[in-house]
């Protein structure tokens, strides 16, 4: 069993900004989650999780983040597309019946070329391989949707991973890798949190704290890995927070305001989340 696990969520632009706030307000108070033994990442979250494996330091992601320094993925998830999404995802109360659901609108894309999300996700990676530390990423399998956490023993490249973990329905197609064609953990949970239940000590960042539908929520996830064994804490964007990230999560211009009130959570969470992670 690992010791330490750091979970980041998915949630747009404002999530990955906010996170990053987190972590570099629990760093100015002593407390460097980055040094988890597993960093676990779905979407926006596997992206920190690569950039935090590589060694950047929250607090320069933060400064990059708060003066817009380094260029974000920007789309337009349009009301059709939301549209779409929400009905899938809200037409059945079973999760399992949901993800499959998605799975379906996943596979109906075909005016967008795989090669065409390769090419954009590939874009944002600082690296081309797979970092020395533990990085897990989050995707779903459209046909069954059951999901999985491609690592750098999966036997398969960066790219095809962090891919597969961003390819949010129906904006992007699903990612080819093996016989199998994958899609945005997210879709299943805003965290896939249950699947680090290997590890004694974590702590989750859910900056969306439930999906649509009948996905689980983040602390019905962290409350089952404390009922197993695991010390799991949950932090969660606050109402200030959500103010600041506005109702567009790929709003670039939310990215500061986000990442500040990050800082703000973390610095004001740093007691609780101490007493957990050494504990």
Same mark, same amino acid.
């Given at each position: 069993?690992?010791?330490?696990?750091?979970?980041?969520?998915?949630?747009?632009?404002? %999530?990955?900004?906010?996170?990053?706030?987190?972590?570099?307000?629990?760093?100015?108070?002593?407390?460097?989650?980055?040094?988890?033994?597993?960093? %676990?990442?779905?979407?926006?979250?596997?992206?920190?999780?690569?950039?935090?494996?590589?060694?950047?330091?929250?607090?320069?992601?933060?400064?990059?983040?708060?003066?817009?320094?380094?260029?974000?993925?920007?789309?337009?998830?349009?009301?059709?597309?939301?549209?779409?999404?929400?009905?899938?995802?809200?037409?059945?109360?079973?999760?399992?019946?949901?993800?499959?659901?998605?799975?379906?609108?996943?596979?109906?894309?075909?005016?967008?070329?795989?090669?065409?999300?390769?090419?954009?996700?590939?874009?944002?990676?600082?690296?081309?391989?797979?970092?020395?530390?533990?990085?897990?990423?989050?995707?779903?399998?459209?046909?069954?949707?059951?999901?999985?956490?491609?690592?750098?023993?999966?036997?398969?490249?960066?790219?095809?991973?962090?891919?597969?973990?961003?390819?949010?329905?129906? #904006?992007?197609?699903?990612?080819?890798?093996?016989?199998?064609?994958?899609?945005?953990?997210?879709?299943?949970?805003?965290?896939?949190?249950?699947?680090?239940?290997?590890?004694?000590?974590?702590?989750?960042?859910?900056?969306?704290?439930?999906?649509?539908?009948?996905?689980?929520?983040?602390?019905?996830?962290?409350?089952?890995?404390?009922?197993?064994?695991?010390?799991?804490?949950? #932090?969660?964007?606050?109402?200030? %927070?959500?103010?600041?990230?506005?109702?567009?999560?790929?709003?670039?211009?939310?990215?500061?305001?986000?990442?500040?009130?990050?800082?703000?959570?973390?610095?004001?969470?740093?007691?609780?989340?101490?007493?957990?992670?050494?504990?």
């Amino acid at each position: 069993m690992a010791d330490t696990a750091l979970v980041l969520g998915g949630g747009g632009l404002t %999530a990955y900004a906010w996170e990053v706030g987190v972590l570099a307000g629990l760093a100015r108070a002593g407390l460097d989650l980055a040094e988890a033994d597993v960093l %676990a990442g779905t979407s926006a979250g596997a992206l920190l999780a690569l950039d935090l494996a590589r060694g950047s330091a929250p607090a320069d992601l933060y400064t990059e983040q708060v003066n817009r320094e380094r260029p974000m993925l920007e789309v337009d998830f349009t009301f059709a597309m939301t549209l779409k999404y929400l009905w899938a995802a809200m037409g059945t109360r079973d999760p399992k019946t949901m993800t499959r659901r998605i799975g379906r609108l996943a596979l109906s894309v075909r005016d967008v070329p795989e090669s065409e999300v390769l090419a954009t996700i590939g874009a944002q990676l600082p690296v081309r391989d797979w970092p020395e530390r533990h990085v897990r990423m989050f995707a779903v399998d459209t046909r069954t949707g059951e999901p999985t956490a491609f690592t750098a023993d999966s036997g398969v490249d960066l790219p095809h991973a962090m891919s597969a973990t961003c390819a949010l329905p129906p #904006l992007f197609p699903p990612v080819t890798i093996g016989e199998a064609r994958w899609m945005d953990g997210g879709v299943r949970s805003t965290t896939n949190a249950d699947l680090v239940d290997d590890c004694a000590r974590v702590v989750v960042l859910a900056p969306v704290p439930k999906g649509a539908g009948p996905a689980p929520t983040a602390a019905a996830q962290v409350a089952a890995l404390t009922a197993n064994g695991t010390r799991a804490t949950l #932090l969660s964007p606050d109402r200030a %927070a959500r103010r600041a990230f506005g109702r567009n999560p790929l709003d670039a211009a939310r990215i500061p305001p986000a990442a500040r009130e990050g800082l703000r959570q973390g610095t004001e969470e740093a007691a609780r989340v101490r007493t957990a992670w050494h504990a």
